[in-house]
T-cell receptor
C-alpha cells in the first residue's frame, strides 16, 4: 500500500521562475493538503483540496495555487519565485470531507531552493 | 494569533529513560490533537492522536495526555531508544479547520 508520494524530491529554481510540485495521496484518501516548512520551523498550512476544489487556504499569497485531479492527485504551483520561497514543501492526504478530523499522512516532501 | 507551541526546543535523554515532551495550545476551541515525529530528510510521521473528550490515550511505548483546563498536551515515550531521536511536533485543529503545527522539540537520545 503506497503512502503519499511527492515529486520531485529536490528542485533548484531561479528568482522569478515558476514551479510545479506533484503529489499522489495515500491509497483510499481523497483529500490533499499542502504545507510549507522552512528550516527549523513547523509546517505552515498553504491550502487543502477536496473534490477538486480548494476548500481551505492559509495565509499565503495568490502566487501559490493548486489543483486536484479526478484521481485525487494534486499539484502545487508557485509563480514569480522569491528567495523566501525556499523550503520543504509537504503534501499530506487524509480521508473525508471538511469537518471530519483524521490524521494527515505526509509525504517526504520536495526540497525547493530558489537562487 | 492563536498557535500551538512547545515548551522546550531541545530535549536530551539517555537510552532507556522515559521522555516527556510538552506542548501548550491557546485555542480553547480545538478538539483534536496530534503528535508527529519528523526524522531528518523525511516528512512528519503520525505517532498518536487524541480528541478533546479524552484525557489520556496510550499507544505502543507512547502516551498522550491532554489537560484542557490549562490547555496543555504532552507526549510520553517509555524506554527511549536511539531511533526515537527526531523532531517532535504537536498539532491541533477544530472541525473544519486546517491542522496547525507548533515549532517542534528536538529529542536527542544518547546510548
Amino acid at each position: 500500500d503506497a503512502g503519499v508520494t511527492q515529486s520531485p524530491t529536490h528542485l533548484i529554481k531561479t528568482r522569478g521562475q515558476q514551479v510545479t510540485l506533484r503529489c499522489s495521496p495515500k491509497s483510499g484518501h481523497d483529500t490533499v493538503s499542502w504545507y510549507q516548512q522552512a528550516l527549523g520551523q513547523g509546517p505552515q498550512f498553504i491550502f487543502q483540496y477536496y473534490e477538486e476544489e480548494e476548500r481551505q487556504r492559509g495565509n499565503f499569497p495568490d502566487r501559490f495555487s493548486g489543483h486536484q485531479f479526478p484521481n485525487y492527485s494534486s499539484e502545487l504551483n508557485v509563480n514569480a519565485l522569491l528567495l523566501g520561497d525556499s523550503a520543504l514543501y509537504l503534501c499530506a492526504s487524509s480521508y473525508g470531507a471538511e469537518g471530519r478530523n483524521s490524521p494527515l499522512h505526509f509525504g517526504n516532501g520536495t526540497r525547493l531552493t530558489v537562487t | 494569533g492563536e498557535s500551538v507551541g512547545l515548551h522546550l526546543p531541545t530535549l536530551s535523554v539517555q537510552e532507556g529513560d522515559n521522555s516527556i515532551i510538552n506542548c501548550a495550545y491557546s485555542n480553547s476551541a480545538s478538539d483534536y490533537f496530534i503528535w508527529y515525529k519528523q526524522e531528518s530528510g523525511k516528512g512528519p510521521q503520525f505517532i498518536i492522536d487524541i480528541r478533546s473528550n479524552m484525557d489520556k490515550r496510550q499507544g505502543q511505548r507512547v502516551t498522550v495526555l491532554l489537560n484542557k483546563t490549562v490547555k496543555h498536551l504532552s507526549l510520553q515515550i517509555a524506554a527511549t531508544q536511539p531511533g526515537d531521536s527526531a523532531v517532535y511536533f504537536c498539532a491541533e485543529n477544530q472541525a473544519g479547520t486546517a491542522l496547525i503545527f507548533g515549532k517542534g522539540t528536538t529529542l536527542s537520545v544518547s546510548s
